[in-house]
């Protein structure tokens, strides 16, 4: 079946301005995380929605990242007032958690460069 | 709070050799997973194998295989009969079987296969 998805793959932006990258998670699968992928921070964690239950948001770095999940399926996740520490690729990942089944399968990213 | 260190930043090995990369976690829980993710040029990160940590077998994965160590707290990955389809950065990461359950990774292993 298809894999997670995301769009745009690259995405270039002014400092300043606001960006949407979108994620597109394997059918079914009801948790979705979004992670952050850059030189000097290596792989983090920014926020996890599981179902109808409010997100976790507490890898988001500041208030200008913010992401929703729409009908437990798409999620976007923002960055208002781009900032150049922000370039790096967002990765987003989906899985179905299941006990002692959960596995994270990843898109193939979204690389943010922000000048 | 998790850790996971990855101690090699870069390894080489020629192709139909073997291969081993290292992998040491920190954490207070009992039950947990382990995952070894390989990330190719092409950014999508693929899943290698994974350890469910009440399992004392290790987890082995056609020519990949892992060392589970609970009790040292480690988890390497060893590759067999390496191809040069393999190079790529290889990630470990942990996730808790209870609450978030979001991946804390190492900060990867380069490894190239010479032909």
């Known amino acids: 079946g298809a894999g997670v998805s995301q769009s745009p793959s690259n995405k270039v932006t002014e400092k300043g301005k606001d960006v949407e990258l979108r994620c597109d998670p394997i059918s079914g699968h009801t948790a979705l995380y979004w992670y952050r992928q850059s030189l000097g921070q290596g792989l983090e964690f920014l926020i996890y929605?599981?179902?109808?239950?409010?997100?976790?948001k507490s890898g988001l770095p500041s208030d200008r990242f913010s992401a929703e999940r729409t009908g437990g399926s798409v999620s976007t996740l923002t960055i208002q007032r781009t900032q150049q520490e922000d370039s790096a690729v967002y990765l987003c990942a989906s899985s179905l958690v299941a006990e002692g089944r959960e596995t994270q399968y990843f898109g193939p990213g979204t690389r943010l460069l922000v000048l | 709070a998790q850790t996971v260190t990855q101690s090699q930043p870069e390894m080489s090995v020629q192709e139909a050799e073997t291969v081993t990369l290292s992998c040491t976690y920190d954490t207070s829980e009992n039950n947990y997973y382990l995952f070894w993710y390989k990330q190719p040029p092409s950014r999508q990160m693929i899943l290698v194998i994974r350890q469910e940590a009440y399992k004392q077998q290790n987890a082995t994965e056609n020519r990949f295989s892992v060392n589970f160590q609970k009790a040292a707290k480690s988890f390497s990955l060893k590759i067999s009969d390496s191809q040069l389809g393999d190079t790529a950065m290889y990630f470990c990461?942990?996730?808790?079987?209870?609450?978030?359950?979001?991946?804390?990774f190492g900060s990867g292993t380069r490894l190239q296969v010479q032909p």
């Open positions: 929605f599981q179902g109808n239950s409010a997100p976790d």
């Open positions: 990461a942990f996730m808790k079987d209870t609450g978030r359950r979001a991946l804390t």
